[in-house]
């Protein structure tokens, strides 16, 4: 009969006596375990923003004063973040630690360390995957909203349709509708004007020189006051650009936030699911 020596920490068989070395050829990491929590984990994260983009968008309404405000959307999409981070990953992290294969004759502190890191590693590959599965979703909805066999000048007025689209479109306004098109030469290069403009964070005495003739040949206006709508529209396009610049360091702000907390649920979970499975006793 096999006898068992027990310590504060875990029982030595006779088998574990006679193979002291056995620890040292079993890996640290059950990939296996990993990979399944980490799917799970990646899974449920879609499922639950699918989830939160339905109801988000179900209480929103086009008409105003109707449906919830804008604030009141953005602190439930937050709040909704981070609840579904903490539940992906801490279901995640327990089945990575209650799938694992048992460690024999290894130190209870080594075998938390272990369940802990497991879990890490499961809610870092469920992060790739749900960013690679949404960055690949984009990139489709981008390509199929693409214009197919567009000629150069529709190509080169799509290509204005952007965030500073409507401020270009402000420059070329004139009391006098006609049915002429608008030239998307001109459009073009004026986007590119402001785009460069933006990006040093003030309009050059010679651009806005140049674009107060351009607008004013194409809309009929005297230079002074093409001048005036210049540098409007430019003011409006950097406090734009500042508005959407303070959004994205403040959604930034609170991902990072959800990410570390799903690490920390990931982790957490992964020794309870781990602790559980230890206990399970062989039938």
Same mark, same amino acid.
Do not use: C
């Given at each position: 009969?096999?006898?068992?020596?027990?310590?504060?920490?875990?029982?030595?068989?006779?088998?574990?006596?006679?193979?002291?070395?056995?620890?040292?050829?079993?890996?640290?990491?059950?990939?296996?375990?990993?990979?399944?929590?980490?799917?799970?984990?990646?899974?449920?994260?879609?499922?639950?923003?699918?989830?939160?983009?339905?109801?988000?968008?179900?209480?929103?309404?086009?008409?105003?004063?109707?449906?919830?405000?804008?604030?009141?959307?953005?602190?439930?999409?937050?709040?909704?973040?981070?609840?579904?981070?903490?539940?992906?990953?801490?279901?995640?992290?327990?089945?990575?630690?209650?799938?694992?294969?048992?460690?024999?004759?290894?130190?209870?502190?080594?075998?938390?360390?272990?369940? #802990? +890191?497991?879990?890490? %590693?499961?809610?870092?590959?469920? !992060?790739?995957?749900?960013?690679?599965?949404?960055?690949? &979703? @984009? $990139?489709?909805?981008?390509?199929?909203?693409?214009?197919?066999?567009?000629?150069?000048?529709?190509?080169?007025?799509?290509?204005?349709?952007?965030?500073?689209?409507?401020?270009?479109?402000?420059?070329?306004?004139?009391?006098?509708?006609?049915?002429?098109?608008?030239?998307?030469?001109?459009?073009?290069?004026?986007?590119?004007?402001?785009?460069?403009?933006?990006?040093?964070?003030?309009?050059?005495?010679?651009?806005?020189?140049?674009?107060?003739?351009?607008?004013?040949?194409?809309?009929?206006?005297?230079?002074?006051?093409?001048?005036?709508?210049?540098?409007?529209?430019?003011?409006?396009?950097?406090?734009?650009?500042?508005?959407?610049?303070?959004? #994205? +360091?403040?959604?930034? %702000?609170?991902?990072?936030?959800? !990410?570390?907390?799903?690490?920390?649920?990931?982790?957490? &979970? @992964? $020794?309870?699911?781990?602790?559980?499975?230890?206990?399970?006793?062989?039938?």
């Amino acid at each position: 009969m096999e006898s068992n020596v027990a310590t504060a920490d875990y029982v030595e068989s006779h088998s574990e006596r006679l193979y002291p070395n056995r620890e040292a050829h079993s890996s640290g990491v059950s990939w296996g375990a990993v990979f399944g929590g980490a799917f799970v984990a990646a899974a449920v994260y879609l499922i639950l923003l699918a989830l939160g983009a339905g109801l988000g968008l179900s209480a929103v309404s086009p008409w105003s004063n109707n449906g919830a405000s804008a604030s009141t959307i953005s602190g439930m999409a937050i709040v909704w973040l981070l609840i579904i981070e903490i539940i992906a990953s801490g279901m995640g992290g327990y089945l990575t630690g209650r799938l694992r294969t048992k460690w024999a004759a290894i130190h209870t502190d080594e075998v938390y360390f272990r369940d #802990t +890191a497991n879990g890490f %590693l499961a809610w870092a590959v469920a !992060l790739v995957i749900s960013v690679t599965f949404l960055a690949s &979703a @984009a $990139t489709t909805m981008m390509a199929g909203v693409a214009p197919l066999g567009a000629d150069e000048g529709a190509g080169i007025a799509a290509a204005t349709v952007d965030s500073n689209g409507y401020f270009v479109d402000t420059l070329f306004r004139s009391d006098q509708i006609t049915a002429e098109e608008r030239d998307p030469a001109a459009q073009a290069e004026a986007a590119r004007i402001l785009m460069n403009s933006l990006r040093q964070g003030q309009i050059s005495p010679v651009d806005q020189e140049y674009l107060a003739q351009l607008t004013a040949a194409k809309t009929g206006i005297s230079v002074p006051e093409a001048n005036q709508r210049v540098a409007s529209m430019f003011a409006n396009a950097m406090q734009a650009a500042d508005t959407a610049r303070k959004a #994205t +360091a403040h959604l930034l %702000l609170w991902l990072f936030l959800s !990410l570390l907390m799903g690490a920390f649920s990931a982790s957490y &979970a @992964a $020794t309870i699911g781990g602790r559980q499975r230890d206990h399970v006793k062989a039938v």
